[in-house]
């Protein structure tokens, strides 16, 4: 169907701002900033954009390196001048630029532009280092937890990942080939659904009080969830608040995966005033049938301390056939002499009869009664003859 307009009309001018700034980005920016010669209300109509992607297109007509740098820096300098408006995504690609006050200049602008989305693209050479003000965009570095799943899920070959510095997360890792996995920053729940290969897990948290609350309110087993389906497991490493945060809603009585391939735990700032804390080792230990090194370290905080229901623990509820067949090394350190370190430590050395070395560290505020406690460790039954006792005095 064939359309006619009446001579003298302008209908495009009379178009959305929305409709006209897709016709807008569909353009080089160059030839954008030329609609302004079109008609009075078209002056400034690319102003508003809120999508820039500027390149080595914008200038043209030299071969001169040095005048088409400088020429770009006019031309992205003037625009962003005249620009009106928030910026949502910007896209700097050129070979003609590295590192520059200039580049300082339009990202110092950008902070302040509600920017969301930015790509620099400069030319090789020096590294580019990023002002502060880049660090003052909240909106820049926000990534929902979907959009972090979906990323890992849609990599089915995936073998390593690593994950740092974020905030309150809540994840779902799907990936069926992953081997390697860190975690480090603060998260409230994170569910390993489909990891059959991994065989290797660091994990640091931080904790913030509305982290701590939400922990408090949970009512699932994050257990279960973290270590509930990783058969091959070989190596795990939990830093600061790990097995607090493994506590939540643990139960060692309940069904139970055995780690047949899990031969090194290292577990650190773990609270043996913390009945639940201590639950997570023992779980963790007592399925991991080929364990051969353990580290731990303690941490004695009062103040997180839940109140121990009494001190026959150990002979209680622990299995009296228990036997560690394959740990030689144990590694206790920042120990503080609390009754259940104690009857921990009695408890591997009475059922580890190839252990080679228990290296004990006491706490740095652990100044009295030092020698009362090796005393005490000397008393314990060894299972293993060739078992040695090392009593480090300081910590280098």
Known sequence: MHMEFPPGEDYISDLPQSIIETILTK???????????????????????????????????THDRALAEMNLVKFVSRFLFLHDGPIHRF????????????????????????????????????????PSCLFSCRKLVLIAPDVVENLISRCPLLESLTLSYFDSLELTIRAPNLKYLILEGEFKDICLENTPMLIAISVAMYMT????????????????????????????????????????????????MTYQQLKVIELY?????????????????????????????????????????????????????????????????????????MGFIEFLLGSSPVLE?????????????????LIELLRFRRASAEAEIIFVQDQV
């Open 27 to 61: 353009m080089p920016l160059r030839d954008a900033v030329r609609t302004s010669i079109l008609s009075g209300k078209w002056r400034y109509k690319w102003a508003s954009l809120t999508q820039l992607e500027f390149d080595d297109k914008c200038v043209y007509g």
């Open 91 to 130: 896209t700097l690609s050129t070979a003609y630029l590295q590192s520059s006050p200039d580049v300082d200049q339009w990202l110092l602008f950008l902070s302040r532009k509600d920017v969301k989305e930015l790509i620099l693209e400069l030319g090789e050479g020096e590294w580019f280092r990023a």
């Open 209 to 256: 009080d509305d982290i701590a609350e939400h922990f408090g309110q949970s009512s699932s087993c994050n257990f279960d969830k973290f270590l509930g389906g990783v058969p091959s497991l070989q190596r795990l490493i939990g830093h600061i608040y790990f097995t607090k945060y493994m506590s939540i809603g643990n139960t060692l009585g309940k069904t139970q």
């Open 269 to 341: 700032q773990v609270s043996f005033e913390d009945m639940k804390e201590i639950m997570v080792v023992l779980r963790l230990i007592l399925n991991a049938p080929n364990l051969q090194e353990l580290q731990i370290s303690g941490s004695s905080n009062s103040s997180s301390a839940c109140e121990a229901p009494d001190f026959d623990f150990w002979e209680k509820e622990c299995p009296c056939d228990c036997t560690f067949e394959q740990l030689k090394i144990v590694k206790m350190t920042d120990m503080s002499g609390v009754p259940h370190e």
């Open 357 to 373: 070395i228990m290296s004990i560290t006491p706490s740095v505020y652990v100044t009295e009664g030092r020698l009362n406690l």
